[in-house]
C-alpha cells in the first residue's frame, strides 16, 4: 500500500522533471535562475529569453506532452482491444491516412495551419471510417479484419504518398520533415487546436473493467455482461480520434505508442487502471524528453523529433521482446 | 424459466442444432451429454445469447433473450466456459473479481474472498492466472461465474481438467448450490458422472433431441449404441448404476468359443473375446456367480445351474450342446471342486468330440480339490496349456 503511493509519487516527480527540463533546456540558453524569473512574471515584451520561453518553448513542450500522452493512451487501448502486444496507434490506418491528407495540402501549396493540419485530421478521419466498414459484418466487428485492413491500406497509402512526393517537384524537406514527426515550429495556435484531445485522454478511464475483462476475449466479455460492440465501437473511435489529432499536429511519430504502454505494464501490471496511468504520464514526459533531445543534440539544427523515438525507442523495445522471451 | 422453440442453429451452413425444443423449470438440475460436435456447447451458447438462432426463439423469464441487455442478462445467467485464454499476469482475484461486473458500479471494489473460501481456492488468491494449471483454472472460472449470482448456471463440461477426487467435489457442489435455489444445465462428457449426479437429462446427437428425461431412460444402452456407435453395459453394484462400454463390433462375427469358468475366472477372457468379435458361450455357471453376472450383462450364451448347486446331468447336457456348437474350448483357471468336476468332464468330452481344448494356468494341482481333475486332464493327449489369459488372447490373435 505504501509502496503503490511512493510509486506514484515518483511518476508525478518524474513527469515534472520532465517538464522542467523540457521547457529550461534549448538551443538558446537561459539559466536557470531567469527561468524562474520568467515563469513568475509571465510573458514580458522586449525582454529576449521571456519572449523565447513564451512563444516558443511552452507552447511546443506543452504539445509534446498532450500529443505522447494522446499516442500513448491510443496504443494501449489498441493493445488491449486487439490482444496484441505488437499494435500500435499507427496500425488501423490512421496514421498513413493522415499522412496522406498532409502531403495533398502540400500538393495543393496549402498553408501549415489550418490547412495541413485539417487536411491530415480528415484523412486520417476517412481511413478510420473506411477500414472500420471493411471490418463490420452482419453488426459486429472483427479485430483481425481490422487489424489486416489496417496494413493493407496503411501500405496503399504511403505508395500515394510517395507518388505525390514524385510528382510534386518540389523541395520536399518539409514535407519529409513532418512525415518523420517534429515539433519544430509549433506555436500556440497548433497547441490551441491539440486541446481538443484533452476530454478523450481520460474516456478511456471510464473502460478500463470492459478493457480488463475484454482481455479474456469477446465472448467471455459477452457472458460476463459486457456490450462488447458498443464498448470497441467507442475505444477504436477514441484510439483513432487521439492518433488523428496527434499525427496532424506534429506528423507520424513512431515507437512512443508501442512503447509506453509495454513499458507500463512491465512495471505495474496488466491492470488497465494502471496502464492507463502510466501511459498517460509517462507518454507525456518521455515525449516531452525525446523533443528536449530533438532540439539541443545537434543545435543549432535540429532533428526530427520522430527519429530520436526511434533511435532509442526500437533498440529498447527489443530488450523488451529478449526479455519476455527468457 | 427457459423455452426453447423449434430453434435451429448453423455455422456457415452446417446445422449445429435442428428445431431444438425444450424447458427448463425453476430449480432444475439437468445434464446435456451427447457426442463430440453434437452441439451442445452451442445449445448453452443460444440460451446465454451470445448466438443467435436462425430459427426459433430463446424465452427467459417469458422474454427473448436477445430482447435483455447484456449486463442484465449477466445477472440473471452466468455461462462457465471449459477454458479461456487470459495471457496477462492477472491474480486469481482479480479474475473473479472481474465476474462481479454485471452487479458493480464502476470503480467499486468487490471483495471475492467469501466466495472463493466457499469454493476452497482461498489458497489460490495470490498466483497469476496464467500459470496455473487447467483444473485449477476451471475452478477459477466456475468462481468468476459465480460472482455473477446468476439464477441460472449454464456449464459446459466444467470438470474436463479435473482429477477425480475434484471432479466429485464439483459435482456435490453443484449440487448444494442447486439446493439453495441455482437451477443448473450442465453439459457432461463422463455418462457415469452424468448418471451418478444428475436426476434428469438430454441427449443430443447431431443437432436434435434424441431423448430426455430420468437419467436411467435416456441412458439405455441402446440409445448409446445408436448415438454414440459403441457397445454399453449397465451394471448395479453396491444400489449404484454404472455404465462400461466396449468398441463397436466392426464386419462378421467371428469363431465360435466356449469358455468352461466360474467364480471370476472367466470374466477377462469374455470381456476380452466378446470385444474382439468372438461368439462367446459358458457353461456350466451357477447363477448369480461373477461370471454369469457378467455373461449376462454382456449377453453371451450360457449354461446355467441353480446358485451354490452341483452341476446336474440337466446342466452338464446343456453344457455339451454348447460345447457341441463351437470350435474352441476354453477351461479357465478355475479351482475343481466336487461340485464342478463336471465341467472338467465336460472338457474331456470336447476333446473327443474333436474340438481343441485350451486350458489356462498350468498351476492344476494347486487347484484341484478333487484329487481327479488333475489326472483326467493330463491323461488325454491334445490339451494346450496357457500360463496365463493374455497368452490365450495372444495366440487367438495369429487365428484360431
Redesign the interface.
Known amino acids: 500500500m505504501r509502496s503503490k503511493w511512493i510509486f506514484i509519487f515518483l511518476v508525478f516527480l518524474f513527469f515534472f522533471l520532465s517538464f522542467f527540463f523540457s521547457v529550461s533546456f534549448g538551443p538558446a540558453a537561459i539559466s536557470i535562475r531567469e527561468i524562474g524569473k520568467v515563469l513568475i512574471q509571465g510573458e514580458v515584451e522586449g525582454n529576449p529569453a521571456s519572449v523565447i520561453f513564451w512563444q516558443i518553448r511552452m507552447p511546443r513542450v506543452l504539445l509534446a506532452f498532450i500529443v505522447g500522452a494522446s499516442l500513448s493512451i491510443a496504443g494501449a487501448i489498441l493493445q488491449g482491444l486487439f490482444l496484441n502486444p505488437l499494435a500500435d496507434p499507427y496500425v488501423t490506418g490512421v496514421s498513413s491516412g493522415a499522412a496522406l491528407g498532409a502531403t495533398v495540402a502540400f500538393f495543393f501549396n496549402l498553408s501549415p495551419i489550418p490547412w495541413l493540419s485539417f487536411f491530415a485530421l480528415m484523412g486520417g478521419f476517412f481511413t478510420l471510417l473506411f477500414v472500420y466498414s471493411l471490418a463490420r459484418r452482419r453488426g459486429f466487428v472483427s479485430v483481425y479484419v481490422l487489424l489486416l485492413a489496417g496494413v493493407a491500406v496503411s501500405s496503399f497509402f504511403s505508395a500515394l504518398v510517395s507518388v505525390l512526393m514524385v510528382k510534386s517537384g518540389k523541395d520536399l524537406h518539409a514535407l519529409v520533415y513532418w512525415l518523420l514527426g517534429s515539433f519544430s515550429g509549433r506555436g500556440w495556435m497548433e497547441l490551441k487546436i491539440s486541446l481538443i484531445v484533452l476530454p478523450f485522454l481520460f474516456i478511456p478511464f471510464?473502460f478500463?473493467?470492459e478493457l480488463?475483462?475484454l482481455?479474456?476475449?469477446e465472448?467471455?466479455a459477452?457472458?460476463?455482461?459486457?456490450?462488447?460492440e458498443r464498448v470497441k465501437k467507442i475505444l477504436f473511435f477514441i484510439a483513432s480520434f487521439l492518433t488523428a489529432v496527434a499525427v496532424s499536429a506534429s506528423g507520424v511519430i513512431g515507437f512512443i505508442g508501442l512503447v509506453v504502454p509495454h513499458l507500463s505494464?512491465l512495471l505495474l501490471?496488466?491492470?488497465h487502471k494502471k496502464v492507463l496511468f502510466l501511459s498517460l504520464f509517462l507518454g507525456a514526459s518521455l515525449m516531452g524528453l525525446s523533443d528536449l533531445l530533438a532540439r539541443v543534440a545537434f543545435a543549432p539544427s535540429e532533428m526530427p523529433v520522430g527519429v530520436v523515438t526511434s533511435f532509442f525507442g526500437a533498440p529498447f523495445f527489443l530488450y523488451l521482446l529478449k526479455r519476455r522471451g527468457s | 424459466m427457459v423455452k426453447l422453440r423449434d430453434v435451429t442453429f448453423s455455422y456457415n451452413g452446417k446445422k449445429a442444432l435442428r428445431k431444438i425444443s425444450f424447458s427448463l423449470r425453476e430449480g432444475d438440475f439437468v445434464g446435456v451429454v451427447g457426442p463430440n460436435g453434437s452441439g451442445k456447447s452451442t445449445l448453452l451458447k443460444i440460451i446465454?445469447?451470445?448466438l443467435v438462432p436462425h430459427e426459433g426463439e430463446v424465452l427467459f423469464k417469458e422474454k427473448p433473450v436477445q430482447k435483455y441487455?447484456?449486463?442484465?442478462?449477466?445477472?440473471k445467467i452466468?455461462?462457465v466456459?471449459q477454458n479461456?485464454?487470459?495471457d496477462?499476469?492477472?491474480t486469481v482475484e482479480?479474475v473473479v473479481e472481474?465476474?462481479r461486473?454485471?452487479r458493480k458500479g464502476?470503480?467499486e471494489k468487490f471483495s471475492p474472498s467469501s466466495l472463493m473460501e466457499k469454493m476452497g481456492i482461498s489458497d489460490l488468491k495470490h498466483r497469476f492466472f496464467p500459470e496455473l494449471s487447467g483444473g485449477e483454472r476451471q475452478k477459477v472460472i466456475l468462481a468468476?461465474?459465480l460472482a455473477?449470482e446468476p439464477e441460472l448456471l449454464l456449464l459446459d463440461e466444467p470438470a474436463s481438467h479435473l482429477d477425480v477426487s475434484y471432479q466429485l467435489k464439483l459435482f456435490d457442489f453443484l449440487r448444494e448450490l442447486n439446493k439453495e435455489g441455482l437451477t443448473i444445465l450442465c453439459v457432461i462428457h463422463d455418462l457415469n458422472l452424468a448418471l451418478l449426479y444428475f436426476d434428469e437429462l438430454i441427449m443430443l446427437s447431431e443437432g436434435e433431441i434424441v431423448a430426455s428425461g430420468k437419467s436411467d431412460k435416456v441412458l439405455t444402452p441402446e440409445r448409446i449404441e445408436s448415438t454414440y456407435g459403441i457397445r454399453a453395459y449397465i451394471h448395479r453394484h453396491a444400489g449404484r448404476t454404472f455404465l462400461t462400454f466396449s468398441p463397436k463390433l466392426r464386419g462378421k462375427r467371428k469363431e465360435k468359443i466356449h469358455l468352461i469358468c466360474g467364480g471370476g475366472s472367466g470374466s477377462f477372457l469374455m470381456r476380452e473375446l466378446a470385444e474382439r468379435g468372438f461368439s462367446v458361450s459358458l457353461g456350466v455357471v451357477n447363477a448369480l456367480d461373477s461370471d454369469e453376472v457378467l455373461g449376462r450383462e454382456l449377453g453371451l450364451t450360457m449354461a446355467v445351474e441353480a446358485p451354490f448347486s452341483s452341476i446336474t446331468e440337466e446342466a452338464f447336457k446343456h453344457n455339451l450342446e454348447l460345447i457341441e456348437q463351437s470350435e474352441l474350448v476354453i477351461l479357465t483357471r478355475v479351482p475343481f471342486g466336487p461340485g464342478n468336476l463336471k465341467n472338467v468332464e465336460a472338457a474331456v468330452e470336447a476333446l473327443k468330440k474333436g474340438k481343441k481344448l485350451w486350458v489356462v494356468g498350468k498351476d492344476l494341482k494347486e487347484r484341484d480339490f478333487t484329487g481327479k481333475a488333475t489326472e483326467m486332464l493330463t491323461s488325454v493327449e491334445g490339451v494346450v496349456f496357457f500360463e496365463s489369459e493374455k497368452e490365450v488372447v495372444k495366440e487367438l490373435e495369429k487365428g484360431v
Not at chain 1, 459477452?222 to 462488447?228: D, N, S, T
Not at chain 2, 441487455?69 to 445477472?75: E, F, G, H, V, Y
Open positions: 471510464f478500463i473493467d480488463n475483462i482481455l479474456q476475449g465472448e467471455r459477452l457472458e460476463l455482461g459486457v456490450e462488447v505494464r501490471g496488466p491492470d | 446465454d445469447g451470445i441487455d447484456r449486463k442484465s442478462l449477466a445477472r452466468a455461462f466456459p479461456f485464454n487470459l496477462f499476469e492477472f482479480e472481474m465476474g461486473y454485471s464502476r470503480w468468476q461465474s455473477q
